[in-house]
């Protein structure tokens, strides 16, 4: 566990994003051809990297603006909002990155959003793992004596398909808090109830799945005795859904999590397969209370990911919160206020068994406003999981003694961490990150050993290409 210096990146051509332009995500081509999806009133466009930078449009018109979009492999799928005058409230494509060329494979628009009172109801929208099956949804308006329902619209490569799903509840006591596709085409809508009598003691949450072929809804109770569900994060593949949820055993604690729940269902949705209720281990409690702290568990942690390695699951987590400095002037007696926005450690555990709680100390604050270059971005490997994020450039290890808090005066670390809990870190720039500082919130796309990660400087972007093989601990004697 030391912070040596790893010679493994290297970058692409320098690429100019105009005042004006997002950089949405980060997209993979090949093994050696990487690119990023902008988004600019003028519409949507990609930028390939290799051999040489080149610009392709996606949309040509200010017609349509990104709500949602995903990258699966070499596919982009994206739900956007479309201008009234044209007649439907959404879109959703999907484009195939070829080495030279992005190709519309599939377009359709859909009505979600146009009935009376449902503007105020949100649209969900997922797209499978495989990118075969995407879905969006939105939760019925509210009428008096009339029960919920869920209008789903399903598409596939060949038509869309247009549902309602009745529920039990009326509209005033349901709320649909997230929802997603599988490999299966199995949709899942987490919601809850209880919500009109205003008590943490009637609310439940629930998980429903459903199979539109056969027409057939099941309904799994999240909730458990003397359990408040808080955070809720799902991770569908084709194997089905995995679920994680933090929980309080205080029924009006909002800040402090004592634990979390794991969930599991078989491949067509039907069952669970597996329910784990965790208490944080003692070892993450003791990496992120501090020592004046007289409550149970921990404050300000959110889910960050699930994942599975060796064909166990590891549920991993970060704490982070905003809060505000504030100074009075002596003369004028003005206070002025600044925003601080704390990103601090990350943990690793394992529902399954505790072979595996593991915490990085992670330190760093945005002041004033949020930045590109805080946060962490995970990878994985064969046999472990991988994070890599903005250190202080003086710090030795992975346990964040200084805080990153001037992207000019960072380094880029990565944290590898394998099934057996064992870590190995290091550096991945000699110096300080003077110019282009890597930014975590785009994320890391693989192809196979290969990674690719996002740096900038100002508006001038380019892609870093790395070996992950080459991060790894080695044997000793090597």
């Not at 597996?274 to 404050?299: P, Y």
Request: a negative charge.
């Amino acid at each position: 566990m030391n912070g040596q210096y790893v010679e493994a990146i290297n970058w692409s051509q320098e690429v100019t994003v105009d005042k004006g332009e997002k950089v949405l995500d980060l997209f993979v081509v090949n093994d050696s051809n990487a690119g990023i999806l902008v988004e600019s009133v003028s519409g949507i466009s990609t930028v390939v990297f290799a051999p040489e930078p080149e610009r392709i449009n996606l949309t040509t018109d200010a017609c349509c603006s990104v709500y949602r979009h995903f990258v699966r492999g070499d596919v982009l799928s994206v739900f956007t909002r479309v201008n009234v005058e044209i007649g439907a409230s959404r879109r959703f494509s999907q484009y195939v990155f070829n080495a030279d060329s992005v190709e519309l494979q599939s377009s359709y628009d859909f009505g979600l959003g146009h009935s009376a009172g449902s503007q105020a109801k949100p649209t969900f929208s997922y797209v499978s793992p495989n990118s075969e099956y995407a879905m969006a949804c939105q939760q019925s308006p509210f009428k008096r004596s009339v029960k919920a329902s869920i209008k789903l619209i399903l598409f596939d490569d060949k038509e869309q398909i247009d549902a309602n799903i009745p529920t039990d509840f009326s509209g005033d006591d349901f709320e649909i808090l997230g929802a997603s596709i599988d490999d299966n085409k199995q949709v899942y809508i987490v919601a809850k109830t209880g919500i009109k009598l205003n008590s943490p003691f009637r609310r439940k949450h629930l998980l429903l799945s459903y199979n539109h072929a056969e027409q057939k809804l099941t309904e799994f109770d999240l909730s458990s005795d003397k359990l408040f569900i808080q955070d809720l994060l799902i991770r569908t593949n084709s194997e089905g859904i995995e679920l994680a949820s933090l929980y309080t055993v205080e029924p009006l604690e909002e800040t402090y999590s004592d634990g979390y729940v794991y969930i599991k269902t078989d491949p067509i949705g039907e069952n669970l397969i597996d329910r784990r209720i965790r208490t944080f281990s003692s070892e993450m409690i003791a990496s992120h209370r501090s020592v004046d702290d007289k409550k149970s568990g921990i404050e300000h942690v959110f889910l960050d990911g699930i994942f599975t390695v060796e064909g166990e699951p590891l549920v991993t987590f970060e704490r982070r919160f905003q809060d505000q400095v504030c100074t009075t002037d002596p003369r004028t007696g003005i206070v002025s206020c600044t925003d601080m926005f704390y990103f601090k450690g990350v943990s690793i555990e394992t529902p399954r068994d505790r072979m595996i709680s593991y915490t990085i100390q992670r330190n760093q604050v945005d002041v004033d406003r949020l930045s590109a270059y805080s946060t962490h971005a995970w990878t994985s490997t064969s046999e472990g999981q991988m994070i890599f994020y903005n250190d202080h450039f003086k710090n030795q290890n992975q346990e964040g003694e200084r805080m990153m808090n001037n992207a000019s005066r960072s380094a880029l670390r990565f944290v590898y961490v394998d099934h057996r809990g064992f870590s190995h870190t290091g550096v991945l720039t000699e110096e300080k990150q003077n110019d282009f500082v890597f930014v975590p919130m785009v994320g890391i796309e693989t192809s196979g050993n290969w990674a690719f990660l996002i740096a900038k400087d100002g508006r001038e972007h380019r892609i870093g290409k790395l070996n992950l093989n080459e991060l790894l601990p080695r044997p000793k004697g090597n």
